[in-house]
Structure formats: structure tokens, C-alpha cells
């Protein structure tokens, strides 16, 4: 079992930064696909950004391609999503994901273990 705890989310305008953190816990997280995703009110749960186990290939949507980073550190257990230019459209609920299989995936299915979310709003 794994658990995840979010953090960094919070209230910031337009243009300004967010770093979020995700806290996992298992001795093997190294070797878990890792992934944010966020839910606005009224939509769908989507995916944000991706990456890979091990290796690390990664995935941006193309909404935030060139505004977001994702990164892992393994040796913290921690999982990084940093938001630079953001915009009010970026407002919802970020959660992460991890998933047993070390390939990078954008299926929310393919992840099995999520955290409980963290707010990030942003003000025009």
C-alpha cells in the first residue's frame, strides 16, 4: 500500500508561482509511474503532467506545456509539480498518482494509489 499527501497548494494570482509536493510512502517509489492530475468544479478529472519510473519520461498536457515542471526525487520519496505563469483557468483540486508500473502513463486508470488533493486557486 502507498500513501500519498499533497502540499504548496494555496491562493496566488495570476502570473505568479506554485510549487506543489507529494510525500509518498514505500520503499519502492522509485520504480512507480508517478502523475498530477486536477479537477475543476463541473469537469472531468484530467492529467496534468506525467512521469515515468526510473528513467523519468515525461508528459505535459497541452495546457500547461511550458508553464509546468514535474520532477521526482527519489531518494525523498517526493513527487514535484511546479506551476509558473498561472492562469485562473488553472484553478481546481491538484491530486497525485502512482501507479505500480514504472512506464509513464496518461489513463487515470493506470494509476492505482491517489492522495487527497490540494486547492490551488488562481486570481485574474
Known amino acids: 500500500q502507498v500513501q500519498l499527501v499533497e502540499s504548496g497548494g494555496g491562493l496566488v494570482q495570476a502570473g505568479g508561482s506554485l510549487r506543489l509536493s507529494c510525500a509518498a510512502s514505500?520503499?519502492?517509489?522509485?520504480?512507480?509511474?508517478m502523475g498530477w492530475f486536477r479537477q475543476a468544479p463541473g469537469k472531468e478529472r484530467e492529467l496534468v503532467a506525467a512521469?515515468?519510473?526510473?528513467?523519468?519520461?515525461?508528459y505535459y498536457s497541452d495546457s500547461v506545456k511550458g508553464r509546468f515542471t514535474i520532477s521526482r526525487d527519489n531518494a525523498k520519496n517526493t513527487l514535484y509539480l511546479q506551476m509558473d505563469s498561472l492562469k485562473p483557468e488553472d484553478t481546481a483540486v491538484y491530486s497525485c498518482?502512482?501507479?505500480?508500473?514504472?512506464?509513464?502513463?496518461?489513463?487515470?486508470?493506470?494509476?492505482?494509489?491517489w492522495g487527497q488533493g490540494t486547492q490551488v486557486t488562481v486570481s485574474s
Open positions: 498518482a502512482a501507479g505500480r508500473v514504472a512506464a509513464m502513463a496518461r489513463s487515470r486508470y493506470a494509476y492505482d494509489y
Open positions: 514505500g520503499r519502492t517509489f522509485s520504480t512507480y509511474r
Open positions: 512521469i515515468g519510473g526510473n528513467i523519468g519520461k515525461t
